[in-house]
């Protein structure tokens, strides 16, 4: 028989995941983007660097184009948030691949699994309101 695809409640549920997802992998492109540019000593543009373009090929505001002005940028990064940044990187790239994987035909248990695992990593990125919210309010 072909694969079941997802009922309507089911398909709702990843909807609301792919949702969550969309506003993890903000943080994590943030986080990453501090972490490089901590790496590198605030010689780091998102845009120039990785394709080894001159610096201001993305514009004026490009870092590379004042490569003395660090305001903003410490000297080093705390290795346990490192670490965290590192893990909530990996946990939303495997629920990400095992969601594309299991396309229309996911099953109530992958669902469930997919939402516990993007507990923690949202987690992070709630700001104080939201969390707050979800705690029922104080």
């Not at 969601?99 to 035909?105: C, L």
Request: aromatic content about 6%.
């Amino acid at each position: 028989p072909p694969p079941q695809r997802l009922v309507p409640k089911l398909r709702a549920r990843v909807a609301e995941l792919n949702s969550t997802l969309e506003d993890i992998k903000t943080t994590i492109e943030n986080r990453r983007y501090f972490v490089d540019l901590c790496t590198n000593k605030g010689k780091y543009c998102r845009t120039c660097t990785p394709s080894n373009g001159m610096a201001g090929t993305c514009g004026q505001t490009c870092t590379l184009l004042r490569p003395d002005d660090r305001r903003g940028v410490p000297k080093y990064v705390n290795s346990e948030w490192l670490l965290e940044v590192t893990e909530t990187k990996q946990i939303y790239e495997c629920i990400v691949s095992e969601m594309t994987e299991a396309g229309e035909t996911a099953s109530h248990d992958q669902v469930e699994k997919w939402e516990k695992e993007a507990d923690r990593p949202k987690e992070g990125t709630l700001n104080e309101s939201e969390r707050r919210e979800e705690r029922g309010w104080p």
